[in-house]
Structures are given as C-alpha cells and as structure tokens.
C-alpha cells in the first residue's frame, strides 16, 4: 500500500527557512495531486499548499509568498520562508485521487504520512 512519507521538519528562529520534502518508499508521485497539511497545536489540521499532477498549484493566503510548492518524478518539496511562530505544527502531505484538489480539503485525502514536526521560536 502507498505510503508517503515527511522530512526534514525541525526547530527554527522566526524569520528563517525550512525545505520539508515528501516522498513514497518504492514508488514515483509523479502521476499525483498532493497536498501538504499543517495541524497547529490545538488546532484541526488544515491545507497549506497543493499541486497537481500537472505542476499548478494552491497555497493557503496566510503562506502566500513565503512557501514554495514544488516537485520533481519521487519528491514533492515545501519551501518555507520567513517563518513565523503560527507556523509552528506538524506537517503532513498526502495524495488526493480527485479533480478537486485544489481545495484542499482533508476528507479528499489519502495515504496521510507520519508527519513532520515544525517549529519556529525564538
């Protein structure tokens, strides 16, 4: 069964960058939307960013021109930017079979990862 999976999450100081990638042991991505997901502490688990198979992409306002959405045939990669202390979470991605991507929305998603662990503090 797919199963993707997160790296390279970690600690950082406001203002500083991250590059989490995404990948599937034994298997391309290349055919897949994906989408990566933010669950803030004590929050619900929310849609950052996505792309297609196609290379068009989504992101959530709040990261709009601070991440970078991109992919290549085995990895999907989240640039982020200019972290800020509300971008502390874990992330996850995930594949959406659907032609509603776009929306990011969790329910159209599947194959979740283990998630990655982000956190921007001082």
């Known amino acids: 069964q797919l199963q993707l999976v997160e790296s390279g999450g970690g600690l950082v100081q406001p203002g500083g960058s991250l590059r989490l990638s995404c990948g599937a042991s034994g298997s391309t991505l290349s055919f897949y939307n994906i989408g990566w997901f933010r669950q803030a502490p004590g929050k619900e688990r929310e849609g950052i960013s996505a792309?297609?198979?196609?290379?068009i992409t989504t992101y959530k306002d709040s990261v709009k021109g601070r991440f970078i959405i991109s992919r290549d045939k085995v990895t999907i990669y989240l640039q982020m930017n200019d972290l800020k202390p509300e971008d502390t979470g874990i992330y996850y991605c995930?594949?959406?079979?659907?032609?509603?991507?776009?929306?990011?929305?969790?329910?159209?998603?599947?194959?979740w990862g283990q998630g990655t662990q982000v956190t921007v503090s001082s």
């Open positions: 792309i297609n198979a196609d290379g």
């Open positions: 995930a594949i959406c079979p659907r032609h509603n991507w776009g929306a990011m929305r969790e329910e159209d998603y599947f194959h």
